[in-house]
Nanobody
Framework: QLQLVESGGGLVHPGGSLKLSCGTS????????TGWFRQAPGKEREGVSC????????IYADSVKGRFIISRDNTKNTVYLKMNNLEPEDTAIYYCGTLTTDEALCPSRLFPEDFGSWGQGTQVTVSS
């Protein structure tokens, strides 16, 4: 049973930082490209970032480019999302998911239907 577990969310002031973690259970994380998505109330789930199987390739949504950094440590079966200079618009539940194909690289555009094994999510709230 493939399962992901997100953690690291919380309440932070605008301009602050958080580091999210995505741990795997039941499989080695290095088998799959992995993405971070987020969903705000009343909105659809949107792609934030994705990292290839071995960490050599990363992509970011325009809205987070230059502020968020995705990384992975396959020895710890964990994918991270470091979020800097957070804005109120970043408030959402953040989810990680694995690419449902064996492609080593992330797709150029991130659609939730191309990912699976979602975790329960972790809430990020940016507010003064």
């Amino acid at each position: 049973q493939l399962q992901l577990v997100e953690s690291g969310g919380g309440l932070v002031h605008p301009g602050g930082s958080l580091k999210l973690s995505c741990g795997t259970s039941g499989f080695a994380s290095g088998r799959y490209a992995t993405g971070w998505f987020r969903q705000a109330p009343g909105k659809e789930r949107e792609g934030v970032s994705c990292i290839s199987k071995h960490g050599s390739s990363k992509i970011y949504a325009d809205s987070v480019k230059g502020r968020f950094i995705i990384s992975r440590d396959n020895t710890k079966n964990t994918v991270y999302l470091k979020m800097n200079n957070l804005e109120p618009e970043d408030t959402a539940i953040y989810y990680c998911g694995t690419l449902t194909t064996d492609e080593a690289l992330c797709p150029s555009r991130l659609f939730p239907e191309d990912f699976g094994s979602w975790g329960q999510g972790t809430q990020v709230t940016v507010s003064s």
